[in-house]
């Protein structure tokens, strides 16, 4: 994901899925100036990761929550779990193209 030129930087965590494993969501935060959607996020993900990294979950942030020694706290983004701003892949009907 911090291979894409418009992300400054990126967390990936587990959230629960209602389907019993977790499903992968990513927090990203833009660099300076730039915007980026999520489809866009996915195009990139689907060229540069393997099918199960790809995030079900994309939430665009301003900054990502961090301790005194700049440690991401994904504990804290866990715990606000899916917000109304995050995108959803299955719902948007975003669907990835399984490579040969």
Same mark, same amino acid.
């Given at each position: 994901m911090n291979s894409h030129p418009k992300v400054l930087e990126s967390a990936a965590y587990a959230i629960p899925s209602d389907l019993g494993e977790d499903d992968v969501m990513v *927090?990203?935060? @833009?660099?300076? +100036?730039?915007?980026?959607?999520?489809?866009?996020?996915m195009s990139h993900c689907e060229a540069h990761m393997a099918y199960f990294m790809i995030p079900r979950?994309?939430?665009?942030? *301003?900054?990502l @929550?961090?301790? +005194?020694?700049?440690?991401?706290?994904?504990?804290?983004?866990?715990?606000e779990g899916v917000t109304l701003d995050t995108w959803d892949r299955e719902t948007a009907g975003y669907t990835i193209k399984r490579q040969a």
């Open positions: *927090a990203v935060v @833009p660099q300076p +100036g730039e915007t980026i959607g999520a489809v866009d996020l979950y994309v939430r665009l942030v *301003a900054e @929550p961090k301790t +005194g020694t700049e440690r991401t706290m994904k504990y804290q983004l866990k715990q």
